[in-house]
């Protein structure tokens, strides 16, 4: 995948994650940043593998194959970014939000799966 691929995927993944970030403090206004960012990190997999399933029909199986390993490493990224959460805003004293990060891990996976595969 090339540099404008990866810029796409970064911003359709960047709106989605931000929506789904949205949506999970409307509905659970109160919900601790160890649950949400878990399930933030692991809705950005699964809408990144969604993506790749439905618009690049070459390496889904690939990405099927590997979301039940991937899936839980989403999820423990997830608590390391909301650790990392809590301790930036106790230091700054603003809430600092995940769904930046989120896409930015997913990024990263992407582009390390790719080199994976072109092996």
Known sequence: MR???YLLVGSILGIST???HKQIAYFYPGLSVWLGGPVL???TYAAGYLFFYLFVHD???TYLRHFGRDGPLFLLLGLVAAGAV???SRFIGAPVGLAIPAVLIYLL??????AELSR
């Not at 996976?109 to 790719?114: A, D, E, G, R």
């Open 18 to 20: 931000t929506f789904i």
């Open 86 to 88: 809590e301790l930036s």
């Open 109 to 114: 996976y992407l582009y390390l799966t790719q």
């Open 59 to 61: 390496y889904w199986w």
């Open 41 to 43: 990190f692991f809705f």
């Open 3 to 5: 540099f404008w691929g």
